[in-house]
């Protein structure tokens, strides 16, 4: 039987390895090759790595620290961070990354996703997308790197374009939830996963172990784990831990 | 170069992640496209990831069609691995070419009707349940690989059905046939189950 996916999700500032909460006060945890050894003894099933300064500062993916990574983990990884056209794409898969994930660069240019999917497959290429909600409490997605953060953007839309236009999994991020161990977003990861085909890919809140239950039978084919897998306690102290592969097979439903 | 591995590199996918695992086994190995320098090779494997019809027509145009047929049929040992494995039967519903044609199968698309919750790509980890003998597998072992595809292979042969995964229903996983050897899921991203099936490979393949 298919096993639950319960995903790392590892945020980089550059070369450091940071928590965020709601999107701000990134705290520092370290190297992150270290924290790829320990996750590769820990045998995860899947790792996503996102540098999440990389559009802002207008860096492209850096090859070299990708593929230092890439070289410690015999799991399938998605790399995102400063992925804005084809060539940026091919950097990642060639640094030995299985998935590559573009974010913002999708928002001003829709095409390059279906770009993506037809030189790489769509298996390769993750769409990503930031939501929050906005003043009228309507969900919307974000632009991080852009003037204007938040888009008169619909996520449910946005992400039935996405899928439509080849992207092979969408990873949804609750902006609100992002770092504060309160629980997915589950009404959001419910309507976006009903209405595409592809696999969601849930991030944001993740506290406890209920948690990732409770997204999956909420829709999302997997689930992204932030904070409750890199650190420990209120203050954020770096700790590395993954659940043991039983617990995992334990969240089927 | 007795006891070399060689990587097809048709430009198909991810071959740092094999050339890494195998580095990783002591197993040295070359990456080439091209037929003098495979063939000095003691052992072959073909990965893949992306469509039929691309890879396929990737094979042709570097003239590895007639050299990995004469390689099947000197005996040569070759594993196909996700999308190189699915080149390796007759051909596909994804596209129109027509495949090397070793294996007696067709590729298949999973159909999101198959069963509830089916997303397609069937795509993380999974089980594989050996229904017959093979120098890659141990049925005593727990057997479990990462998966990303959305067709599978539907084989006319079930002696050629080494295991099966469960996904909506059950398909062919791996396979074997002589010396052909072909796997649906990455051994080379499934950590120590991926890399005891390419070491397996290896020892049967050069001795080692």
Redesign the interface.
């Known amino acids: 039987m298919l096993r639950p996916r319960v995903i790392p999700v590892l945020t980089l500032q550059g070369d450091g390895m940071v928590k965020t909460t709601r999107f701000s006060h990134p705290r520092y945890l370290g190297d992150p090759v270290n924290a790829l050894r320990i996750f590769n003894t820990k045998e995860v099933d899947e790792l996503i790595i996102l540098d999440i300064e990389a559009t802002s500062q207008d860096r492209r993916p850096n090859s070299d620290l990708i593929r230092g990574l890439a070289e410690e983990c015999f799991m399938p990884i998605t790399y995102g961070g400063g992925v804005a056209s084809l060539s940026d794409a091919e950097l990642v898969l060639r640094a030995g990354c299985e998935k590559v994930s573009a974010n913002s660069a999708l928002l001003r240019d829709p095409a390059l996703v279906t770009k993506l999917a037809d030189t790489f497959g769509s298996q390769s290429v993750v769409a990503s997308m930031d939501v929050s909600r906005g003043r009228l409490g309507k969900y919307r997605v974000r632009d991080e790197s852009g003037p204007r953060r938040l888009q008169n953007r619909d996520p449910v839309d946005w992400g039935r374009e996405l899928a439509e236009r080849g992207a092979g999994e969408l990873l949804v991020t609750s902006v609100d939830r992002d770092g504060t161990a309160e629980g997915y977003d589950v009404e959001l990861t419910s309507i976006i996963s009903r209405e595409v085909s592809v696999p969601v890919i849930a991030c944001g809140g993740c506290g406890e172990r209920g948690d990732i239950r409770d997204v999956l039978v909420s829709g999302a084919a997997a689930a992204g784990v932030g904070r409750m897998f890199l650190t420990r306690g209120p203050h954020f102290a770096a700790l590395v831990s993954y659940l043991p592969p039983e617990e995992i097979d334990g969240l089927r439903f | 170069m007795g006891g070399v591995i060689g990587i097809v590199d048709a430009g198909l996918g ?1 071959i ?2 094999i050339q ?2 195998l580095r ?1 086994l002591d197993v040295p190995c070359i990456v080439a496209s091209d037929p003098i320098q495979l063939g000095k090779a003691a052992a072959l494997i073909l990965p893949g ?3 039929f019809d691309k890879g396929m027509g990737a094979i042709r145009q570097l003239g590895l069609v007639e050299f990995l047929g004469a390689q099947r049929a000197a005996g040569t040992a070759i594993l196909g691995i996700c999308l190189g494995m699915q080149l390796m039967c007759r051909g596909s519903e994804e596209g129109d070419e027509e495949g090397l044609g070793w294996l007696d199968a067709a590729v298949i698309k999973f159909r ?1 009707d198959d069963g509830q919750h089916l ?9 594989v349940r050996c229904v017959r003998s093979s120098p890659l597998l141990d049925n005593s072992e727990m057997n ?1 690989f ?1 998966f ?3 067709y599978h292979l539907s084989c006319q042969r079930s002696e050629d059905v080494v295991g099966l995964t ?2 909506g229903h059950e398909f062919a996983s791996v396979v074997q046939n002589g010396s052909i050897y072909g796997v649906q899921f ?1 051994p ?5 189950f ?2 005891r099936l390419l070491e397996r490979f290896v020892q049967l393949a050069v001795g080692r």
């Open positions: 991810n740092g992640s890494n695992m990783r990831v992306g469509s999101p997303r397609v790509p069937h795509m993380g980890w999974n089980d479990r990462y990303v595809h959305s469960a996904y990455h080379e991203k499934s950590h120590r991926g890399m």
